[in-house]
């Protein structure tokens, strides 16, 4: 008979320690106890992840265009600045100036207005174009001139192109006809009751004209010139003889 007391053999004996001591032995201070150390870990990548993958691939054409790009941009600011230096040291250099243009008489004839607002009358007007410029001279083209009151026109002329040297002053005559031009009868209105206070009527000359500023190697395009002489009193007898300017010369304005 076997006895009970007997352990049972082909198992392990129970170690109520579970540190590896013996009981009533504890593991001396700062021993570290034993464990099984944890398989590596294997680092994976999916190659087949769409993040996984480079994305972005430089393309060398764009970049050789955007190159070119700016080495156009900066050469055509470079060849703007190089203008525009020259143009203003020119300038500096030249310093052209309006031509200045003055009346110096202003004759009418045969002015009549009748009741049907037609206008008719002779004129001639002599002015004074001086070029105040001492480098560079002027060659006037294609000039028309214009007869108003107020702001109603009356007659229109064209006068012949001429050429002005430095510091220089030129004549010039503008032969004016109204032939039963009709006019507005508030026109009509103003010119017969501008006659009845003092026999005078106030005239207005515009020109219009293309000039080209020209000094030994350098030439500018051309552009037009504005001039008006305003404020152009002729005194006009009632018995048809010829009325003259009474204010004396007149001094114009010009722009371009």
């Excluded at 002599?126 to 294609?142: E, F, G």
Aim: proline letters at 9%; a positive charge; charged letters at 20%.
């Amino acid at each position: 008979m076997e006895d009970p007391n007997r352990p049972v053999t082909g198992y392990p004996a129970p170690n109520p320690n579970h540190n590896g001591y013996a009981a009533g032995n504890p593991p001396p201070s700062g021993t570290a106890y034993p464990y099984t150390a944890p398989p590596p870990t294997a680092y994976y990548i999916n190659q087949n992840n769409p993040y996984n993958q480079q994305s972005y691939h430089p393309d060398p054409y764009s970049a050789r265009r955007a190159t070119c790009l700016r080495r156009i941009f900066a050469f055509v600011i470079g060849l703007i600045i190089i203008f525009g230096t020259i143009t203003f040291i020119v300038w500096l250099v030249l310093r052209p100036q309006v031509p200045e243009f003055r009346v110096d008489s202003f004759s009418v004839s045969n002015f009549t207005v009748g009741n049907n607002s037609l206008v008719s009358f002779t004129s001639e007007v002599s002015l004074t174009a001086r070029n105040p410029n001492k480098k560079m001279r002027l060659d006037y083209d294609h000039i028309e001139a214009v007869v108003f009151y107020k702001s109603e026109s009356l007659a229109d002329t064209t006068i012949p192109p001429f050429s002005q040297d430095t510091k220089s002053e030129t004549s010039i005559k503008a032969n004016f006809a109204a032939a039963g031009s009709y006019v507005d009868n508030r026109v009509v209105d103003g010119i017969n009751g501008d006659r009845s206070k003092n026999g005078n009527v106030e005239f207005n000359l515009r020109m219009l004209s293309r000039v080209k500023f020209e000094a030994k190697a350098w030439r500018m395009r051309r552009r037009f010139l504005k001039v008006f002489c305003g404020d152009l009193v002729v005194g006009i007898p009632s018995n048809g003889r010829s009325g003259t300017l009474t204010s004396g010369p007149k001094q114009c304005r010009e722009g371009i």
